[in-house]
Every structure is written in structure tokens, then in C-alpha cells.
């Protein structure tokens, strides 16, 4: 059949080799992605730490924004959180969570709003992003996490995620400390890095896990049921993918495609760009599920580390949305499993209802803010 064109968000930039820009660099070929991804002369800007318990302690401890000599050993902690996540049952404990909410909604004849049904919406709709998107794949991790009441973890994760990257509000931060101190307060008893790097996690999944859920629904939800549902995944991921780029700097002065990047130089790798270079893909623009660069995802073995990483340079063509390199998200799977369990029941159940998507503004995710459709 033919597939959809779906055009980039207009702001995203097109392939050319690395622009210099804000005093540093953006990068948005896929190789050159690639290269800075998996170069350790590029590194993550590193979290200064702060009070025990707070939310610059977390930022401070995270596998995510550690120097590269703590790195390794904390990211070990959250693969050894995940090592025992069957990501079959998350998606299964999902699909489940997902249903018996809408059995709920479908019920009460009302639609739900941020989680809370009848709140101002018309009858036979479901507000994806609040009933289900933030509150399923949290919910389930949460629990198989081992914290006590994986249903309040949800909205203090929640705020931990509005507040983890640089440049949040002071109130934000406030509201990201007392949801750190909850966290904690739920956690099992184990050492603070770990109980940290296991907080980290959901986290992670919280914002990019909700963006995946969003965008399949949007794109999906009318697509042919004979589509699997791990191959619209991995399309939305390259063509309208939740987390659109990420950060590095450069250690010392090195040569990129050509440009000479000075030491401390910060670069902006965007996902969303490198996911469409004509390069990579003839027809970039073009949604085409099940091609030969997405054999392995959703739980496909070929090229996978042992972690869970995935090794890029034996699958040239992929999305680069779960990053590369040793800073690959070690949770691509479990994010997928529970993606999946989602989306599968929003399509054998719910049709578009052809209102508008709105977006929260951020500079390096894509997540709706409000995604309405309607049972079947």
C-alpha cells in the first residue's frame, strides 16, 4: 500500500554538516550524530550534585548526567534494575492497565482529563495523554520497581521529569524536591545510588515514553490493524520522535565533518533532523513501517548488547532517538514493551476524533499535551 507522508515540525533543521550556533555547534546528519554519540572526547554536561534527597542530589547521582569515570558503574545499577523486567509481561501489564481504564471511561460515558474522568469533556472521548500516556507506563514500571504505592508515584515522577533538565523555574524545582523526597520515602531500602539510579529510570521513561505513545496515536490510530504495532513504534520514533536531541560537549579540540570543534564546545545533536537525512533515507519524509532498519526493535534481538544497548553500526539506517554508544538508553526494550501495551488497545478500541494536538514547548522533547479520540 502507500504509506502517508508526514512532514517535519517546523522547526526542525535540515542534514548539513555541523552549523556553529549559540557558541557552539548543532549537529544533524545522521553519521555525524552517530560519530559524536559514540567519540568519548564528546561528553554529557555533568550535574553538580546537591543536599541528600533533593532534586540536584538525584540530577548529582543519575547515570544520566554523570562524568564519564562514574558513568559505567552507574548505569550498571539501573540495567541490573531492569535485568529481570520481562518486557513481554510490561507490555502485557499495560495492555491490562490500559483496558481496565477504559472499561472505566467507556462506563462513565464522560471522557478523562489529566487522569480524572468527567472533567469538562464531551462523552465517548478519552484524553489519551492524561488517562493513559503519563499514567500507564509509569504506573506498571513503578510497581515492578519494587515502590510501595506505584499509583502515587506517578504524579511525583511526574514532577521530578517537569523539573530535570537545566533551566526549570524555582517553583518547579520546590515541587521536584518534595516528589524526590517521596520517591524516596516509597523506594525499598537499598544504598542511595542505587535507590537513585532506580528513580532514575522512571524518570527517563516518564516525558519520552508518554511523546511515543502520543505520536503513534496520533499517526496510528487510523493505520491498517494488519500493521504491528512494533513497527508503527519504530516509524513514529524516527519520523516524529519524543526526545528530538541531546547534548555534549567537547573535551578538547577535535575535527567533525570538516569543522574544527574547540574545547568546551557545547553541541546540540538533533535527533529529529539525523532520523530524516536522505542519506540514511531515500525518502525521508515517507512513513514506512516494517523497513529493513527497524528489524529490531520491540524486543528483536539482532545487535543488542547484553544491557539492552543497541549497536548502531551493525543497523546503520536506525533512529537514533534512544541514542548510541555507551550512553544508549538502557531501557529501550522495557520503553517499547510498554508503549506497545498502550497503543495496542487505543487502536483495537478508539478512533481519531480529529481535534488538534497541542504540544508543550521544550527545547529538546516533543510531547503532547492534550490528545483527544473517541471510541469506536
Do not use: K
Amino acid at each position: 500500500m502507500s504509506w502517508p507522508m508526514i512532514p517535519p515540525d517546523p522547526d526542525t533543521p535540515p542534514c548539513a554538516p555541523p552549523v556553529p550556533a549559540d557558541g557552539g555547534w548543532v549537529v544533524t546528519r545522521h553519521a555525524d550524530v552517530v560519530a559524536v554519540l559514540t567519540d568519548p572526547r564528546y561528553v554529557v554536561p555533568v550535574a553538580p550534585g546537591g543536599p541528600p534527597g533533593t532534586l540536584a542530589w538525584l540530577r548529582g547521582t543519575v547515570s544520566r548526567f554523570s562524568a564519564p569515570d562514574r558513568h559505567p558503574g552507574r548505569r550498571a545499577l539501573g540495567v541490573a534494575a531492569l535485568r529481570d523486567l520481562d518486557p513481554d509481561e510490561l507490555r502485557d501489564a499495560a495492555a491490562a492497565l490500559t483496558t481496565r481504564t477504559l472499561d472505566r471511561l467507556a462506563a462513565e460515558g464522560t471522557s478523562c482529563r489529566d487522569g480524572n474522568a468527567g472533567d469538562g469533556g464531551a462523552a465517548g472521548r478519552v484524553e489519551v495523554m492524561g488517562a493513559l500516556a503519563r499514567r500507564v507506563p509509569l504506573e506498571v514500571l513503578a510497581a515492578r520497581l519494587g515502590l510501595a504505592d506505584p499509583a502515587a508515584a506517578v504524579p511525583a515522577v511526574t514532577a521530578v521529569a517537569a523539573a530535570y533538565h537545566p533551566g526549570a523555574d524555582p517553583a518547579a524545582v520546590a515541587r521536584a524536591d518534595r516528589a524526590v523526597a517521596a520517591l524516596l520515602a516509597m523506594s525499598p531500602l537499598a544504598p542511595a545510588e542505587t535507590t537513585a539510579n532506580r528513580i532514575g529510570l522512571l524518570v527517563q521513561a516518564a516525558d519520552a515514553t508518554a511523546g511515543l505513545i502520543g505520536a503513534a496515536v496520533r499517526h496510528g490510530l487510523a493505520a491498517p490493524a494488519a500493521l504491528d504495532t512494533a513497527d508503527l513504534l519504530a516509524e513514529v520514533l524516527r519520523l516524529d520522535p519524543p526526545v528530538r536531541a541531546t547534548r555534549r560537549v567537547a573535551t578538547g579540540a577535535t575535527r567533525l565533518a570538516g569543522r574544527d570543534i574547540g574545547p568546551d564546545a557545547p553541541l546540540l545533536l538533533r535527533f529529529d533532523a539525523a532520523n530524516r537525512d536522505p542519506a540514511v533515507h531515500p525518502a525521508p519524509d515517507r512513513f514506512h513501517p516494517g523497513g529493513p532498519d527497524q528489524a529490531d526493535y520491540a524486543g528483536r534481538p539482532t545487535g543488542a548488547g547484553g544491557d539492552g544497548q543497541l549497536a548502531v553500526a551493525r543497523r546503520p539506517g536506525r533512529a537514533l532517538t534512544f541514542g548510541a554508544g555507551p550512553r544508549g538508553c538502557p531501557g529501550e526494550r522495557h520503553a517499547l514493551a510498554l508503549a506497545a501495551g498502550v497503543v495496542e488497545v487505543l487502536r483495537a478500541r478508539c478512533r481519531p476524533a480529529g481535534t488538534p494536538v497541542r504540544y508543550a514547548p521544550h527545547p529538546t522533547l516533543r510531547v503532547p499535551t492534550s490528545l483527544e479520540v473517541m471510541f469506536r
